[in-house]
């Protein structure tokens, strides 16, 4: 006699993993607050359970057809007096040893509060898994909001300023917007030109064009800024996940919420996914924090591996400590782009954006002056220098006139001189 392939046994490790990604990127999609369903392992026996969003003649109704069209025989345990259970047979139904270690599907239609509960001796075979999970979406039957919803639920914001900034914004950096041209914008202007010549020289194709860019730099040299001029540039959407404050905020679910926010990007169809602060991830070592990072990172290294390659997204990730960064995660990147500190020419270029009424020799001065300043500690620089000086011409009831080169030299005096600690900072901040 034939012996029939028994199906393959799902760790239940996995099983829970696959069960709560799927399950979280569905219900990020809800704008109700709905709960991943709770799943045990306890006495050798898995178990799937969570409350009904209702509970009538439908919703037996709804679980019996689901389970019609992935089981192939059952058993009715019990049906009646709120509580009906459904279990599986053996292959051969003549066979009834371990019959009660099956599959079995019950739901306690209680006044308290009704729930199912899915539970079978062992592991779970892949079908049985997506039985599950077929369950909870049909009798939570969510109303699919827009992608963009879902990701701003997770914690990420999307942005769609088109032309609100252009590459004139950011002064100097030269090579860096070089870079950023060929190996981001020319991919994502013209996918179908790098898609033929990887049908041509590729045995099975696989895209040629880069899916992955890391931007690596120190704080506030423009990285973020730059971002959201490429989406810009390329009109799509830009997804901006702050990492570290998000990982935060979502507490036990971060690696699920991560994989929903790459899900929910690729519904958008061609977008920038931009991962902020991505050393976060390699940052805390104490023991529940590692076991957390461990998760995150391997969802991010599987989603970096596996961005769906017709979709038109590229996903950057930001770092001022590529060094911390796990190797596995750096060789996901296809490319890092250093942004480094502007040199002195480039910090004459920053003041002139901040301060365009400046002449081409103060403006070269202030370049000199500030050795080691980024893009950011410029514009702060300048925007202290305009706040002091709107406050003297409020005390002489002067008339509106942009400030005097001195009046910055005086604010690049105090900020240099105290070598622009933490103190400065808030000093400058506060006056
Ligand atoms: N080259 C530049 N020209 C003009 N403005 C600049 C330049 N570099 C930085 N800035 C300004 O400095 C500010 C901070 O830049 P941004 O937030 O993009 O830096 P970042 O590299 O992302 O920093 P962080 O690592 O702290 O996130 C922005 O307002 C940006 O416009
Ligand atoms: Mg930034």
């Given amino acids: 006699m034939k012996e029939t392939v028994q199906p393959e046994l799902i760790p239940f490790d996995r099983m829970r993993e696959q069960v709560e990604k799927n399950l979280t990127t569905y219900i990020s999609q809800s704008s109700e607050c709905l709960e991943l369903p709770k799943i045990t392992y306890e006495k050798g026996v898995s178990t799937v359970s969570f409350p009904l969003p209702y509970f009538n003649e439908m919703t037996i109704f709804t679980i019996i057809s689901i389970i019609k069209t992935h089981i192939e025989n059952v058993r009715i345990h019990s049906f009646g007096d709120g509580y009906y259970a459904f279990q599986m047979m053996n292959r051969n139904l003549f066979h009834t040893e371990g019959l009660l270690d099956n599959l079995k599907v019950e739901i306690f239609g209680l ?64 090579d860096v917007k070089r870079k950023i041209r060929e190996s981001i914008i020319m991919p994502l202007q013209n996918p179908d030109i790098y898609d033929s010549i990887a049908q041509l020289t590729r045995r099975s194709f696989e895209t040629n064009r880069p899916s992955a860019i890391l931007f690596d730099g120190p704080p506030g040299v423009g990285k973020t800024t730059i971002a959201r001029i490429i989406a810009g540039e390329v009109k799509i959407p830009l997804v901006y996940v702050p990492v570290e404050s998000i990982m935060s905020k979502w507490y036990g679910q971060s690696s699920q919420n991560l994989s929903a926010i790459f899900d929910n990007t690729e519904f958008l169809g061609s977008a920038i996914l931009f991962l902020d602060e991505i050393d976060s991830l390699a940052g805390s070592r104490n023991s529940n924090m590692f076991e957390a990072t461990r998760r995150i990172l391997s969802v991010l290294l599987r989603r970096l591996d596996g961005i769906d390659s017709i979709s038109n997204t590229i996903t950057i990730g930001a770092t ?112």
């Fill in 320 to 431: 001022n400590r590529r060094g911390d960064l796990d190797p596995a995660l750096i060789s996901r990147f296809d490319q890092t782009i250093s942004f480094p500190l502007p040199n002195d020419k480039e910090r004459a270029a920053i003041f002139s954006g901040y301060a365009r009424h400046i002449g081409e020799e103060d403006l070269l001065t202030f370049g000199e002056l500030t050795p080691g300043l980024s893009g950011r500690s410029i514009k702060d620089i300048c925007e202290y220098t305009e706040r002091r000086w709107a406050r003297k011409l409020i005390i002489k009831k002067a008339d509106p006139c942009a400030p005097s080169p001195d009046y910055y030299r005086y604010s690049i005096n105090s900020w240099m001189g105290d070598n622009f600690s933490d103190t400065t900072d808030k000093a400058m901040n506060s006056e």
């Fill in 111 to 174: 006044s308290s509060g009704s729930r199912t509960e899915i539970s079978k001796k062992g592991n779970l075979t892949q079908e049985e898994v997506n039985f599950t999970i077929e369950i909870f979406k049909e009798l939570y039957e969510v109303e699919q909001d827009n992608p963009e919803t879902a990701l701003r639920r997770l914690g990420a914001s999307v942005y769609h300023d088109h032309g609100a900034l252009d590459w004139n914004y950011i002064a100097g950096y030269e």
